[in-house]
């Protein structure tokens, strides 16, 4: 019999630890409204998990929910509550409850028989405070029996100012319409206006007015309501400003803050929230993309635009040969550059001087030009132009082909670094007649002239030769 139950006790142990080890999180709990999770959120057995609710919104529940060793949360996620406000009693008054929740508002009427001194309408804040103090209900001069009439003044007082934006109330002795001595009115603002002043005025013995006429000042703009796809928050009190956000995905296009005047306008309209990739322009061989983690709009290559196979060479200004154009605009967007067609056909690292006319070229010079021919080893005279996006033809004068293109002047040359200026640059030698020597500049690889030498030795044995060879000729 012991036997038998420490055996059964041995294998509730096993599975209580079995069990305990098996539960290794408590799973997500849930999504809190109008809150925030501060930190990073730990499932795991002994995770905490801290809650913080929005501006504006009070917490109801625990702060902090933490994961037992049997898989099981601490408690249930809190919720974020609109603060409210205190209750409001006014009295002579019927109340129109619209809510006590920060948002809300309240309306007084007052009941028959009863004048209302103060804002008819009173809003819930942020703060869990109303906008305004409660209105009070009096009961007019008039109606109560007095128990000594005060006495009238042979004038009487004119009618007070007009309020604008606001109204005025009149509580009168007589039923008469004229202002005696003793009557008073009393001044209301409109809704979003402040009463600067005193809240009436008594008509007094010499048929003027006691105080000055107030005035109603703008105290609040017009309730702004966010864009589409967007959000605003802020405050429509006059000097503040109020901020625009546009939803992941989304670019305003518009100011993104406004400012409350003092005439009770906003200084800027309301953006709008677009598509990001509506907004955001990509060259032709890219595409508007939104980037995974920030979600702003990218441009990438439109891989998909499959380029044709046929074969129309191009020379684009990096110095390399492309298959035809769209191969050319690939590589360009690959490499994030903007390349350019020098010429059609293949790039050929010559001098300019080397050049010759392109197989579709049929443009004819008005005048006869000189260009040399590398076969020949001569200048020949012809018309056609070369139809090279260099704009190089050839040379006016047959002695100047012959000095430029032969090995006359090529020591003579200043150094061409070649219209190539996306290609890959490269060290090269040329000639400094000035100095007698050669010095090293960038060549982009492609064009340029003659004066232009792979190794220093090679340069300075060419144009020193050359010079020998001039010189002996005119001693000769």
């Not at 005025?201 to 796809?229: A, M, T």
């Not at 061409?416 to 290609?423: L, S, T, V």
């Amino acid at each position: 019999m012991l036997f038998f139950l420490e055996t059964i006790f041995t294998f509730s142990a096993l599975l209580y630890v079995q069990d305990s080890e098996a539960v290794l999180s408590c799973g997500d709990p849930g999504p809190i409204y109008n809150g925030t999770i501060i930190g990073k959120a730990n499932f795991n057995n002994g995770g905490i998990i801290r809650y913080k609710c929005n501006k504006c919104f009070d917490r109801k529940g625990p702060s902090t929910l933490m994961c037992s060793r049997w898989g099981h949360w601490s408690g249930d996620v809190p919720k974020c509550l609109p603060k409210e406000c205190p209750p409001l009693v006014v009295s002579n008054s019927e109340k129109t409850l619209t809510g006590k929740r920060y948002g809300f508002e309240y309306q007084f009427t007052c009941e028959s028989g009863t004048v209302l001194i103060g804002r008819a309408i009173t809003r819930c804040m942020c703060n869990g405070r109303w906008s305004s103090k409660p209105p009070v209900c009096r009961v007019p001069m008039a109606t109560v029996p007095p128990t000594t009439q005060p006495p009238i003044h042979e004038g009487y007082c004119p009618p007070p100012e007009p309020l604008h934006n606001g109204i005025i109330q009149a509580v009168r002795f007589g039923i008469e319409e004229k202002y005696q001595v003793g009557d008073r009115v009393y001044f209301l603002c409109n809704i979003r206006y402040r009463l600067i002043g005193p809240t009436y005025r008594e008509c007094g013995w010499h048929g003027k007015w006691d105080h000055d006429n107030p005035f109603c000042q703008i105290e609040y703009c017009s309730r702004l309501f966010p864009p589409i796809n967007g959000e605003v928050m802020g405050s429509n009190q006059v000097g503040s400003f109020m901020e625009f956000r546009c939803h992941d995905g989304y670019t305003m296009v518009g100011a993104n803050k406004t400012l409350c005047l003092r005439n009770g306008q906003w200084s800027k309209i309301t953006p709008k929230c677009k598509p990001a990739c509506s907004v955001h322009e990509c060259p032709s061989n890219k595409k508007c993309v939104l980037d995974a983690i920030t979600q702003r709009p990218t441009c990438e290559c439109n891989l998909k635009n499959k380029c044709p196979n046929y074969r129309s060479a191009v020379c684009a200004d990096d110095g390399r040969t492309y298959r035809n154009e769209c191969r050319m605009k690939l590589a360009a967007c690959t490499m994030n550059k903007d390349l350019k067609i020098l010429h059609d056909g293949p790039c050929e690292p010559i001098p300019s001087c080397h050049i010759q006319p392109n197989k579709q070229c049929t443009k004819q010079l008005k005048k006869p030009i000189y260009r040399y021919n590398a076969e020949k080893g001569e200048c020949e005279e012809t018309t056609q132009a070369t139809c090279h996006k260099t704009g190089f033809n050839g040379y006016w004068k047959k002695q100047d082909c012959e000095y430029y293109c032969g090995k006359t002047g090529v020591c003579t040359l200043d150094k061409d670094k070649g219209p190539c200026r996306n290609a890959r640059p490269m060290m090269r030698w040329y000639y400094v007649p000035k100095f007698k020597t050669c010095r090293r500049f960038i060549y982009f690889g492609c064009y340029g002239n003659a004066n232009n030498f792979a190794t220093g030795h090679e340069c300075f044995t060419f144009c020193t030769d050359n010079q020998v060879k001039k010189k002996r000729k005119s001693l000769a």
